[in-house]
């Protein structure tokens, strides 16, 4: 959405994507966190992992896969 008036766009939700935490840190930090999300304190996926999830709806975050 945005504010034609004084051209600021609003948002209603910020998730944190990336890793090491920092960007769950960032939004604490400006107060825009306001719920823990799934990837908030992963790292080590990439990004087509991250898009596979919101395509997926998450639907397979859980799944343990067997490592060999």
Same mark, same amino acid.
């Given at each position: 959405?945005? +504010?034609? &008036? #004084?051209? &600021? &766009?609003?948002?209603? %939700? *910020? ?10 840190? #960032?939004?604490?930090? +400006? @107060? =825009? ?5 799934? =990837?908030?304190?992963? @790292?080590? @996926?990439? %990004?087509?992992?991250? =898009?596979? =999830? *919101?395509?997926?709806? *998450?639907?397979? *975050?859980?799944?343990? @896969? &067997?490592?060999?």
């Amino acid at each position: 959405m945005v +504010n034609v &008036e #004084n051209n &600021e &766009e609003c948002f209603d %939700l *910020f998730l944190s994507i990336g890793h090491n935490c920092t960007p769950a840190f #960032n939004l604490r930090d +400006n @107060y =825009l966190r306001i719920i823990s999300a799934p =990837l908030d304190w992963m @790292y080590g @996926y990439s %990004l087509n992992t991250v =898009l596979h =999830l *919101f395509k997926s709806g *998450f639907t397979d *975050f859980f799944i343990q @896969y &067997e490592i060999d």
